[in-house]
C-alpha cells in the first residue's frame, strides 16, 4: 500500500456529505433485519471458509506469481506479463466476464544507483532511490552530510544545510506521519539548497535493509534526487555528527522518468443471479515496487481477493448481485487504476453495493475497517459474526483501499481487510517482502474472510445503504 | 563468535582428564565457605552494579569503537587501528600493564563479489563470500544451480550436482547444527563435482541480510568458491526447482588469502593486591567479520570486559589477585589471539584462577555458564547470587568461549557471559550487527555482570579450584 496521507484525508472530507445519500438509501435498508443474517448465511459462510482453509492453493497461486515474475513496478514488462498470465488463469478457473481495461501508468525507472560513505571512512551504503526521483548528474554527486531529526529542525538550521546532501533521520512513529519524510523530503530539503537528500527508510525494524516508495517533488522548487538508507546507516551518520566528525557521501543515481506506458486493471466475476448489474467489488493491487517480490504488498491481497472468487465459482455459489475481483495497476505511484475504474464505470458507481481492497498484508485477518453510512454498519457487522469462528469477526469505523479510494470519493461504501500487521513494516517496500514473511494458513483464512463477506453482501435481500462515511 | 563445533568437542574431551586436578586443589577449596560469599561481599557488588548501571559510558565506548573503526576483520588495517586506540584509552583509563602481545593472523580478504540470477528472470543476489572462500575465475562462473535440503539430499542425488552450483537450503536449526554447510559444505559439493557452493545464510531470521563466517577446505578436495545468499533467495531458488522452473546463477568472488598479518591482543589490569601473580581473565575479542560494524559481535563484549576493569580501578578497588582484561584478536576465523596467549603463557596457566569471555552480545545478562571442576560450583553459584538483584545470577554447567578454549584446553575454568540471545543470529555476521541493535541499559548490567564475577572470584581468600570441568 501507498497510503499517502492526502488521499485519505480527501476521502473523509467527501465522505462529510454522504448523509445525504445514505438517508436517501435507508428506506430500502430497513427490510434487512441484521440480526438474521449469522443464521440466514451460516451454512454457506461455513462451506467457504472450508473450503478456503482446506488446502494452500492461495499461497501456491501466489508463489507462481512471485517466482514467475518478481516484482511489478508499473510500467514494466514484469506486470504486463502478471496481468496477462492473471487474465489467462482466471479464464481457467471459469470465471465469467474476464477482461483488461486500459489504464495509461506513470513509467519510472531506477537505473543503477548507490552510495557511499566516503568520509570518515569508506562504506558502501545500502540504499534506494525513491519512486519519481530524478538521478543525479552523470558522476553522483559527492558533498557533506547535514543530518536532520525533523522538518523543524531543519528549518531551525536551515543555514547548515546549503550545499549539503541533506539527510532526514526521522525515526519511525507511524507510517502515516513518518513517511512524510519520504513524500516531501526532496522539496523540504531543496528549498534549503541542499543538493540532494535522504531519508532513514521508513520501517519500523531493520536488519540493514533500505525500504522505497513513492514522492513528489513541488514544481515551484528544484527538483534534487531522493534517496532512503539504512536505519542502521542513518543512525551512525547522526552519531558521527554529534561527535563532530566529518561525513561526506558519495551519491550516485540513474533514475527517470520516461513516457507514460500502457496497463490494465484485470477483472473477472461470478455474476449475479438477480440483479447482475448490482456489484460487489473484492480486490488488491498487482503492481508492486521494483524490489523484493511483492508478496506482502500487495501479491498477496491480489491473489486473495481473486481466490475468494474462485471458490464461490468453484462450490457453484452465485449470489444475487455480482461479486466482481479487480487486480489493480498502478497502486504504488499513482493511484490510475483505481481512478480510471472510478471514472469508465462513473455511471454505474451507484449501483457499486460495496467495494472491498485488501492492502495491508494477508497476514492472520482480523476483519475489516468499514467506511460507509451508519446504517450499513449493523449488517457488515452481523455479516462479521460470520467470521468469528477463525477470529476475523471484527467490523470497525474507518478504513477503505488506496485503490478503491476514488470510488469512495462518489459515495460508494468501502472497507479494507484488517490483519495482524505487526510487522508490515518490517518488509514494506523492501527487498524483504518475499513470499516466506507469509503464512499458507493466515492467507487462507484471508480468502475465507474477504469470500464470506462479498458473498454475503452480495447476496442480501436488499443493497447496503450506499452513501459515504458520516465520520 | 564462531563456536565452531569442533573446537567445543575438543574442550569438553580435554575437560573429562579434569577431575585429576580437581582433586589436587580440593583441599584448598575446603577453605572457602561458600555460603559466606554473598554477606561478604554484598557491599562491594552493589558499588559496581550502581556505578555500571549509573551512565551509558560502555555504550558510548563503544559507539567510539565501531563508528570510528567499522568493521575489523583480521589483517584489516581498521582491527590494528582500533586495537591501538583500545590500548592508548586504556591508558588514559589509568589501568595497570596496560600492552599488546603481538599474534600472526590470518588475512583474507573479500574482494569485489555479486552473484546473479539469471535463469528464469535477471535479479541481484544479496550475497556474502564466506571467509577463506577462494574466489571465482576473472569473469566470474555462470553454471545451472541445483538445490538440495542437507547433506544427504546431496548424497542421494550427488550426480545432479556435477558441473552445477550447489546451494544448500538448510533452514536454521539451531547454529550448531546448521553451520555445518557453511563449515563444509564447499568441501561437500565439491566431492559431488560442483563448480561453485552457495548456502542459505546461517540465521534464524532475515529481512533480505546475508550472512558471512567461516568456512573450511579439505586438502585433499578441489577448493571451489563458497558463498552465502539470503533466506529469502535461497528459498525462492528451492521453489523455482520444485516447480521446473530453470535456475541459473551468475557468481563473482574476488575473495584471496593473503600472506598472514601481524596483529596484537590488547590487555591491561588492576593488579591483585596480595597476590598479583594469580589471575582473573575477562575479555572478548575485538576482531569481527568485514561487515556491518562488530558492535554485538563483539565489540560489545569486548568493551564490557574492559569497562568491568575500568569500573573496578575507577572505583579504587583493588582485588587480591589481578584482574585482566584481554581484547582478543583473531576470533572469527583463526583463533590465533587465543592460542598465542595460552602458548606464550603456558608457565603461568596454572596462576590462572578463571577466563571469562563475553562473546554472545551484550544484551539483557542472565549470568553465566561455567566449565570448572565441581568443586568450583557452589563458589561461583555463590558469587551469582550478588547478581541477583539485575537478575543475572545464574550460574550454570557448560560455557566458555573460543577465545579462551586454547586456555580451558589447558585446565583453567572457563565461563562465558549468557544473556538473552534470542535475536542473536538475526544479526549475527552480518550488516545488521550495528550499535543501534544493542541497548546502553542492558550492556551496562552486562558490565556490571561481569565486574562483580571477575572482582569476587579475584578476591576469595583461596583461589577458585583449578582444572576443567568433569562434564
Redesign the interface.
Known sequence: MTRTPVRFAVAVAVAAIAPLLAAASAARAQAVDPQTIPSTYRQVADRLIDAAVANQHAYERL??LV????PRLSGSQ?LEKAMDWARAQMEQDGLENVRSEPVMVPHWVRGEESAALVQ??R?DL?MMGLGGSVGTPAGGITAPVYVVSSFDDLKAHAADAKGKIVLFDAPFVSYGRTVAYRVNGAIEAAKAGAVASLIRSVAS?????PHTGVMRYDSAVRKIPHAAI???DA??LH??QD?G?PVVVHLEMGAKTLPDAQSQNVMAEVTGREKPDEVVIISGHMDSWDV??GAMDDGGGAVAAWEAVRLMHDLGLRPRRTVRVVLWTNEENGTRGGEAYARDHAAQLDKHVLAIESDGGVFKPQGFGFSGPDGAMPIVQQVGKLLDRIGAGSVTRGGGGEDISPMMHEGVPGMGLQVDGERYF??HH???D???KLDPGQMAECVATLAVMAYVVADLPEPLPHGGSSR
Open positions: 508463489g507462481e517466482d514467475r515474475f518478481g514484469s570518515p571512512w562504506k545500502a525494524y531493520s536488519i540493514y535493509s539504512t536505519v542502521e543512525e551512525m552519531r558521527m561527535r566528525q523484493g517480490q518490517w518488509f523492501s527487498n524483504g518475499t513470499l516466506d
